[in-house]
């Protein structure tokens, strides 16, 4: 009798376990590999598993990879949240591959910036500026470069690095010298003529790499480039005397973002998670690990990091939006026309 008792007690186990099991919604989240990948999994992904009883498997790739694998899995979607940086994920939305956002999401407690629109949100900023080599700088008894305009200062012949246009920083510096000579984004022609003409003598290499460029830092190749704030903090966590300026026009606001994704199976725990992202805790971990300023205003960020970051309500109304709309249509002809007028 007692037999019979345990089997059913271990039968019946059995089932509520198999019940539990098919009841965790699995939520499939696409976001950057690195440092971004290991916050997520060491920091942000088990808490929010364990406070909605959902199990997120993460897929990492940069922007580029991600935005293709939402277009190469068209109307079958693997991914429920996709974390893309602006440019792409105003691509995205385009497409129809972001779902509209709960009106909970975007609160009173995110900056305006950071509202793309319905169906996205940002979740960190990082600011587009200098970085340079405050040893370097001290030495020679220079200033911090503090305009757009220092790019063209002869002083910077060939210890000067920009990434290409194919590279968002590299697309930021073309958009503001061409806003700086009368021109923008619906009129680009003079961010070409001043990046070729007066800018370009003054570049060593128009490097793409994140890691390369760093090389070029440690190496003593140059001593100053267009970078984000993000990385700078990197660099300088190293022990490297990496330092960021903000241009007087504005340094460029280029934003990590998030977005629910059409035909998820787990839509409401797509729209928490992004909610997650925004909460204040949540924020300074984003910022110490990837060097992006909080997005909500109610983050307390330590000292340390408000000094690096662009955090609170100055330095945040000084950042540049850029129209990314206008980017997106002529990206692909700015490139070609990148290599035969700039990197000639």
Known sequence: MKKHILMLAAAGSLLAAVSAQAQTKTLTVGGYG?????????????????????????????????????QAQKGNQELDVVILDDGPMYQADALGFCAPLAKDVASDDIYDLAKIGPDSIGVGFVATGFTYNADWFKEKGWEPPSSWKDLEDPKYEQILSIPPISNTYGLHALVMMARLNGGGEKDIDPGFTAMADDVAPN?????????????????????????????????????????????????????????????????????????????????????????????????????????????????????????WDTINQNRQEWTQRWAREVER
């Open 203 to 323: 570049v060593l290499v128009f490097e793409p790499s994140s890691g390369k460029m760093s090389e070029l830092f440690q190496s003593k190749e140059i001593a100053l480039s267009i970078w984000g704030s993000g990385r700078t903090k990197s660099l300088a966590d190293t022990g490297f005397p990496a330092k960021f300026a903000y241009p007087k026009e504005g340094a460029v606001a280029l934003m990590l973002a998030a977005c629910p994704v059409v035909e998820s199976d787990a839509p409401e725990a797509a729209q928490e998670f992004i909610k997650y992202l925004l909460d204040p805790e949540i924020q300074v971990k984003l910022g110490d690990a990837m060097g992006s300023g909080p997005v909500n205003k109610k983050t307390k960020l330590p000292p340390e990091l408000a000094e690096t970051l662009p955090y609170g309500p100055e330095k945040i109304s000084k950042l540049v939006k850029v129209d």
């Open 34 to 70: 690195g440092s971004f990948e290991t916050l997520m999994k060491e920091l942000i992904i088990p808490e929010f598993e364990k406070a909605h009883d959902v199990k997120i498997q993460f897929v990492a790739g940069n922007s580029t990879e991600n935005l293709a694998r939402l």
